[in-house]
Structures are given as structure tokens and as C-alpha cells.
């Protein structure tokens, strides 16, 4: 695993890379298990990219960054923290279900991300180091659904599964709805199936 940004970010890499390494190897383990699969690819890079137009973004094997994560002159505070933690997260899971296994066509894309918002988040509460340091997780679940709220009071708004009538298309289902209220209803789903029945599902799916 290496983490890289520009050599003028060294030091605010450097004191970011502790944590990043540490859930992603807590991250790697909890996924293997739980999915019944382990890591799928010999190496993982994590980029921090300058101007990148997103927070994040998965590739098979190596993951781009906003460099704003890094602070850059900023004291991070714990929702910083727990807040870049979980995008840690949330890119890792993709490697497994995104990367791993890809969805058919984009009308599937918010199960992609539903999935590892959620998911990562639940990798978060059952690790045992990441729960206490970041006790507020649950929290910042809420204000995902909030964002889904929001997203679902506009005169744009939509289903959880939309249609994609082409490629195009894709770059409107990047909002509240696919990301908050999917992982709310994901969320919803766990809770009704179980613990185990969840994991297992997966397990079957990837396998």
C-alpha cells in the first residue's frame, strides 16, 4: 500500500497517513470477512490529486483524493476525521463491490453507492478501535438521509432506481437520493434481515 501527493503536501500527508493506513488495513480485514472475499488486487494506492473534481474516486487498485482532505494549512478536528475516515472507507468497499463485481448498466448506480455509504459506515461501528474514536458515526449517517430529504423535495428529484437512457445520463443520479436515502433504505434492509443474513448475501454475490 503507498499513499502520494505533491512533495509541497508532504507534511500534512504525513500526518494524515497514520490514520489512513490503519482503517484501511482495519477496512480490508472487516471487508474480507464479511464479504467472504478477500482483497482482489496485489496492491492499493491511495492519490491525493490536485483540483480533482470530486471527493473520491475508485480505480481497481488505487483511489484518487481530493486534496482538500489533507487541511492543507487547517487543524483537522474529529469530524474531519471521522469524515475522511469513512470516504476512506467508502472507496475501499468499491473495490469489492464496483470494481470486483460492476453493475450491468447505470441504472444500477445507486445500489453501488448505497451500498458502500452504508457499508462503510457499518465497518466503522463493528471495528473496534474506529467505534470509540469516532462515536459520533451514527450522526453523520442522519445527515446523509438529510441530504436525501433535500435532494427529494426538488422538482428534479426521482426514484432510488432510475433509468438511464444513456451514459449522459449517469451525472444526474450523483445526489441525495442515489447516495442518502439509498443508504437510508439499505439501512432499513439491514435491520430487517439481519446481521447474518446480510453478510451472506453478499458472500453470495460476490462469489
Not at 468499491?94 to 460492476?102: D, E, R
Request: proline share 2%; with cysteine.
Amino acid at each position: 500500500m503507498r499513499i502520494l501527493s505533491r512533495k509541497s503536501l508532504a507534511k500534512e500527508t504525513e500526518h494524515i497517513s497514520e490514520k489512513m493506513f490503519d482503517a484501511t488495513v482495519r477496512g480490508i480485514k472487516f471487508y474480507s470477512n464479511y464479504f467472504g472475499f478477500n482483497f482482489p488486487y496485489e496492491k492499493y494506492d491511495q492519490i491525493f490529486c490536485p483540483e480533482f473534481k470530486f471527493g473520491a474516486m475508485e480505480n481497481v487498485g488505487a483511489v484518487t483524493y481530493s486534496e482538500g482532505y489533507l487541511g492543507k494549512g487547517r487543524i483537522l478536528g474529529e469530524a474531519d476525521y471521522m469524515s475522511f475516515i469513512n470516504v476512506t472507507l467508502h472507496e475501499l468497499c468499491h473495490q469489492w463491490f464496483g470494481n470486483l463485481v460492476t453493475m450491468q448498466w447505470w441504472d444500477d448506480l445507486w445500489l453501488n453507492e448505497s451500498f458502500a455509504t452504508y457499508v462503510s459506515y457499518l465497518c466503522m461501528h463493528k471495528d473496534e478501535k474506529l467505534s470509540v474514536e469516532y462515536p459520533n458515526l451514527w450522526v453523520s449517517v442522519n445527515s446523509y438521509k438529510n441530504w436525501g430529504y433535500s435532494t427529494d423535495e426538488l422538482p428534479s428529484n426521482h426514484p432510488i432506481v432510475k433509468d438511464a437512457v444513456h451514459t449522459d445520463a449517469a451525472i444526474d443520479m450523483i445526489n441525495g437520493i442515489t447516495y442518502g436515502k439509498g443508504c437510508s433504505f439499505l439501512k432499513q434492509l439491514y435491520h430487517l434481515i439481519g446481521d447474518e443474513a446480510f453478510s451472506n448475501s453478499t458472500k453470495l454475490y460476490f462469489s
